[in-house]
C-alpha cells in the first residue's frame, strides 16, 4: 500500500514538473494568433470631438515567444502561425529592443495618420522635421557596434537630415565601399560616426544596417491624443486615421457599423501590406464587425484583400471585406454607403 501511495505521489510530481515545464521554458519559436478588435474611441481622442453612433476598431495579432504547451496548441489550432524566433526577432535584438522597436514604430503610426486626417478634413497643422531615429541595428553589418538604437542621425556628410527618405536616398546613391559620415545626437552628446557601406543581405545595395523612422514634431489644432499602451506596430494607421478624420467632421463617418481595417498609411495616405491579416479577420469577425478594410497593394495577386476574402469564406462570415490602396478610398466607401 505504502509502495502505491509512493509511486502516486511520484507519477503526480512528475506531472507537475512536466506542466510547469511546458508553460515556463521558452523555445526558439514565435507564436502568432488572432488578437482583438479594440474599439478606437477610447484610444484616440479629438478635443472637442461627439461620439459616434459606431465604432472604429484597431484589429491586433497576439505574438509571443513560445512556451511548448503554446507551440503544441498552435500546431493543432486555426490560424496559429509559428516562425522561427531568428526570422521574427534578428539575432544580437533583445525581445526589449524588439519591443521598443515595435513601440517606435507605432509612434510614428499616429503621427502619419493624424497628418493625413488633419489634411483631408482641412484642420489646423503644422510639421516641423527635427531627423531621423535609429529603431534596430543589424548585426554584422557596418552600423553594429557604432550606432544603437535611439540614436538621433541629424546629418549624413554634412548635409542635413530631415525624413528617412534623405538618408535612404543618400546612402543608395552611394557605391559600396564608400565611407559616409553620421553626426548624431545620443543622450544629449553630439558624436560623428564614419561608417563604410556594405552589400545589403542578399542584395548589392549599399548600406550599413539600420531600420529608421523619421522624428518630427507634429502639431494640430484640436489636440488629438494616443492611449494605445504597449500596442506596437504601423498597422493601425489607416483605421487611426479614419476615427481621427470621424472625430474631426461633424458628419458621424461610422453611420452605425463597426468598422474594422489595418493597414499602415504613409504621409500621402497610401495604405501599404501588412503581416497576418487572416488572423486580423478572425479577430474582427469574433468581434462582430461589419466591415474589414485590407490593403489592395495595386491588386496584387497575393495581396492582404485576397487573403482577407479567403478568410472570410472560410470562416463563413458576414463581415464585408473591402479593399483600400489610399485613406481616401476607405474615407470615400464610408461616406457613400447607407446609414445602418
Known amino acids: 500500500m505504502k509502495q502505491n501511495k509512493r509511486y502516486i505521489l511520484f507519477v503526480i510530481l512528475l506531472l507537475l514538473i512536466v506542466f510547469c515545464f511546458s508553460g515556463v521554458y521558452r523555445m526558439p519559436y514565435y507564436v502568432y494568433k488572432p488578437g482583438a478588435a479594440d474599439a478606437l474611441d477610447p484610444i484616440v481622442s479629438v478635443e472637442g470631438s461627439d461620439k459616434s453612433e459606431g465604432d472604429m476598431h484597431l484589429v491586433t495579432v497576439r505574438g509571443g515567444q513560445a512556451t511548448p504547451f503554446q507551440y503544441v496548441m498552435a500546431k493543432i489550432l486555426p490560424y496559429h502561425q509559428i516562425e522561427k524566433l531568428e526570422d521574427v526577432i534578428p539575432e544580437g535584438i533583445s525581445e526589449e529592443e524588439y519591443t521598443q522597436a515595435q513601440l517606435m514604430q507605432m509612434e510614428s503610426s499616429q503621427e ?11 484642420a489646423d497643422l503644422q510639421i516641423d522635421y527635427k531627423g531621423v531615429y535609429v529603431v534596430s541595428v543589424v548585426k554584422g553589418l557596418p552600423a553594429d557596434g557604432q550606432l544603437k538604437q535611439g540614436d538621433l542621425i541629424t546629418a549624413v556628410d ?15 546613391s552611394k557605391k559600396i565601399g564608400d565611407t559616409i559620415t553620421l553626426q548624431i545626437e545620443r543622450d544629449d552628446e553630439q558624436l560623428e560616426k ?15 544596417g539600420i531600420t529608421l523612422v523619421t522624428d518630427r514634431d507634429v502639431t494640430e489644432d484640436p489636440k488629438v491624443t494616443f492611449s494605445s499602451g504597449q500596442i506596437g506596430g504601423p498597422s493601425a494607421g489607416l483605421m487611426f ?10 458628419e458621424d463617418l461610422t453611420k452605425g457599423y463597426q468598422i474594422c481595417g489595418t493597414g499602415e498609411v504613409d504621409y500621402e495616405g497610401n495604405v501599404g501590406r501588412i503581416g497576418g491579416i487572416d488572423k486580423k479577420v ?8 461589419d466591415i474589414f478594410f485590407a490593403p489592395n497593394e495595386q491588386g496584387a495577386e497575393d495581396s492582404n484583400f485576397e487573403v482577407a476574402k479567403q478568410t472570410a469564406e472560410d470562416i463563413g462570415t458576414d463581415m464585408k471585406i473591402i479593399s483600400v490602396d489610399t485613406f481616401e478610398d476607405a474615407k470615400d466607401y464610408l461616406e457613400q454607403m447607407p446609414a445602418k
Not at 158 to 172: I, N, S
Not at 194 to 208: E, M, N, S, Y
Not at 241 to 250: A, H
Request: net charge negative; proline share 3%; charged share 25%.
Open 282 to 289: 478572425v479577430a474582427a469577425d469574433k468581434e462582430g464587425c
Open 158 to 172: 554634412g548635409q542635413e537630415v530631415k525624413e528617412a527618405a534623405d538618408l535612404t536616398d543618400y546612402v543608395t
Open 194 to 208: 564614419k561608417l563604410k557601406l556594405q552589400a545589403l543581405p542578399d542584395t548589392q545595395i549599399p548600406g550599413i
Open 112 to 122: 502619419a495618420s493624424t497628418v493625413v486626417a488633419y489634411k483631408a478634413a482641412g
Open 241 to 250: 486615421s479614419l476615427e481621427i478624420y470621424d472625430q474631426l467632421e461633424e
